[in-house]
């Protein structure tokens, strides 16, 4: 049935990189067969999903929508898709994506723009936009996306679906291709929380393959599941519903306040002064990051390779000058500069300073609430008519990144809907307190 619903809308939504029918197909037989039998199943077994195309899955394409691994298949599987192959669950393909998840819009993507299904003239967000998108048009029952800066929460909030990003360290990286390595974080995106809270119990837990990877118990996530936050402090970032925050979206986020307290939660006003400086100063830390992972890319071990190269360098230069993107390219520069000698005191050093102090922020306001909640994106999904400059984009995602930068779980539920658009809000939480907000969400939900 999804691949009929797949077929149906796939040309307007282009949510897809690959697909790979014949095996989720003989994969849904074989679950089958097992039920036929009477066997114990898996909560994913069968389920239907699809993947961000930066996770590796072994024996198929994984592209990270970029020219430079558009050939590329992994010989091995990601922690998370070994857990989930151990489910038995079924993959239906991989969605498309930002170049190398550096983006906000999936326009990056070096095959195809995908569409909102909500407006097929907005931007589905980004950079898990398939992800997000696949599940809106009813594409796929739960998708993974990939988390460094926003990039499973914004695109969850222009779909009007559910997303979670776990703590950083709740889920093994292992083959999820590097962006920032000390912010990327894998996490569902889903139709609703339940669904959140059963792909997040598979993909949780210590990995040996992943050095931060954090060694701590698993809970069952649907038992956080109630039905209940009665007393539960909700903190409202004074930082977060300022300038920049579209009257519309601040509204919908209004009267979902408004219901919490209802509901019997206790509204708290919390600051997080360093809020101005999490953009600018993820701008230094992500790219800086990044200019040394996509530093593997060289048209030697694997990927694109240039042709007509005379010399070796020339043959590397050529690879990585054909093989990567604008956008890319924009960020391998800005890293390598802020790395470079004489500025990594000014620049780097600086950086890592401001996101301590930006994770303390963190740990103050957790003194006076139990989970905040704030918008997820200032705006709802914008036309794709290229019309925003990279810097305005880059700004709007001053909601999300600083959850990275401090490490912390972030889910983005739908609340209301603004020109037509759906509207998403956001509840953080304490470190490992996923269950906290899963509750959260769904109380509202
Ligand atoms: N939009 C942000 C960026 O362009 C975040 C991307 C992400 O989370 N992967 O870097």
Redesign the pocket.
Request: proline share 0%; no cysteine; aromatic share 10%.
């Given at each position: 049935a999804l691949y009929e619903r797949i077929d149906a809308v796939e040309d307007q939504v282009k949510a897809y990189v690959t697909l790979d029918k014949e095996n989720a197909l003989a994969q849904a037989a074989k679950v089958d067969a097992m039920i036929a039998a009477g066997e114990k199943i898996a909560p994913l077994a069968g389920i239907p999903g699809a993947i961000k195309d930066n996770i590796c899955t072994k024996g198929l394409l994984t592209t990270c929508s970029s020219k430079m691994l558009a050939n590329v298949v992994p010989i091995y599987d990601a922690h998370v898709i070994k857990k989930l192959r151990a489910e038995e669950t079924i993959f239906l393909g991989k969605t498309n994506m930002?170049e190398f998840?550096?983006?906000?819009t999936t326009e990056s993507s070096y095959f195809q723009a995908t569409h909102n299904p909500w407006n097929l003239d907005r931007v589905p967000g980004?950079?898990?936009g398939g992800s997000a998108a696949a599940i809106a048009a009813g594409e796929a029952i739960w998708t993974l996306g990939?988390?460094?800066?926003?990039?499973?929460r914004?695109p969850a909030s222009f779909n009007g679906c559910v997303g979670i990003k776990p703590t950083y360290g709740r889920v093994s990286r292992y083959g999820c291709v590097a962006?920032a390595s000390s912010?990327?974080q894998i996490g569902p995106i889903t139709r609703d929380v339940t669904d959140a809270a059963t792909v997040l119990n598979t993909i949780c837990g210590k990995d040996e393959h992943d050095s931060t990877s954090l060694p701590v118990e698993v809970p069952d996530f649907t038992k956080a599941l109630r039905q209940d936050v009665k007393g539960l402090r909700i903190g409202l970032p004074k930082e977060y519903y300022g300038e920049g925050l579209d009257p519309k979206v601040h509204a919908e986020l209004k009267k979902a306040i408004a219901q919490y307290e209802a509901m019997g939660a206790e509204i708290v006003e919390i600051s997080l002064p360093h809020t101005e400086y999490a953009v600018i100063t993820?701008y230094i830390i992500?790219p800086a990051e990044a200019s040394a992972n996509l530093a593997r890319y060289d048209g030697v071990r694997y990927g694109f390779r240039a042709a007509n190269a005379t010399s070796a360098p020339e043959m590397t230069t050529l690879s990585r000058t054909e093989g990567f993107g604008a956008?890319v390219k924009r960020?391998i520069m800005l890293g390598t500069y802020v790395l470079s000698s004489g500025y990594y005191d000014a620049y780097y050093k600086k950086a890592m300073q401001v996101r301590t102090l930006i994770r303390r922020d963190f740990d103050s306001a957790f003194e006076k609430c139990d989970v905040i909640l704030a918008p997820t994106s200032p705006v709802v999904a914008y036309p794709i008519d290229g019309k925003m400059d990279p810097l305005s984009?880059?700004m709007l995602?001053v909601y999300?990144?600083p959850v990275?930068m401090a490490g912390l779980p972030g889910i983005s539920v739908p609340c209301g809907f603004a020109d037509g658009m759906p509207v998403g809000m956001q509840l953080i939480g304490k470190p490992l307190d996923e269950e906290t907000v899963l509750r959260a969400a769904y109380t509202f939900e």
């Open positions: 930002d998840a550096m983006g906000s980004g950079s898990s990939s988390d460094t800066g926003g990039s499973i914004q962006f912010l990327d993820y992500a956008e960020r984009i880059y995602d999300t990144i990275n």
